[in-house]
């Protein structure tokens, strides 16, 4: 499966890829502690390609891995619509409670940024993390 980065690590941007370019989704009061991208050629429940928060090294936004497995699994709502993010992890540190954290805070700045920027209130929660029996971390 081809992974697309569309969010590298460290960034404040949460980027969005179009037809020929990535243009800026919003901007976050957090870094993202990961990269963040999504699946080439799949679709999720929300209509946009399955997520992949990408454990490792900080990748550029554009750059792509090959991978046959995944990790885990994020499990995520969003705008009350399933929004699960697969995981992969390439090396380096990582805690799955420091991930928690960051997807619960996550959540709560969504929550506002909805009803701020739409004027609605909708459900964004974290639901926690599942891994895979051979996972590397």
Excluded: Q, W
Aim: with cysteine.
């Amino acid at each position: 499966m081809k992974i697309v980065i569309e969010t590298p690590k460290y960034s404040f941007s949460k980027y969005r890829k179009t037809e020929n370019r990535y243009e800026r989704a919003f901007f976050s009061p957090l870094p993202t502690i990961f990269n963040y991208g999504f699946i080439e050629g799949t679709k999720g429940p929300d209509g946009m390609e399955e997520d992949v928060v990408v454990l490792g090294p900080h990748l550029s936004r554009g750059s792509t891995l090959e991978i046959e497995n995944f990790d885990g699994i994020v499990k995520f709502l969003d705008d009350s619509i399933r929004d699960d993010k697969r995981l992969v992890y390439i090396s380096g540190f990582c805690s799955p409670a420091l991930l928690a954290f960051y997807f619960r805070l996550y959540a709560l700045f969504k929550t506002f940024l909805y009803a701020f920027r739409e004027g609605k209130i909708t459900k964004c929660r974290f639901e926690g993390i599942l891994l895979e029996e051979s996972n590397r971390f």
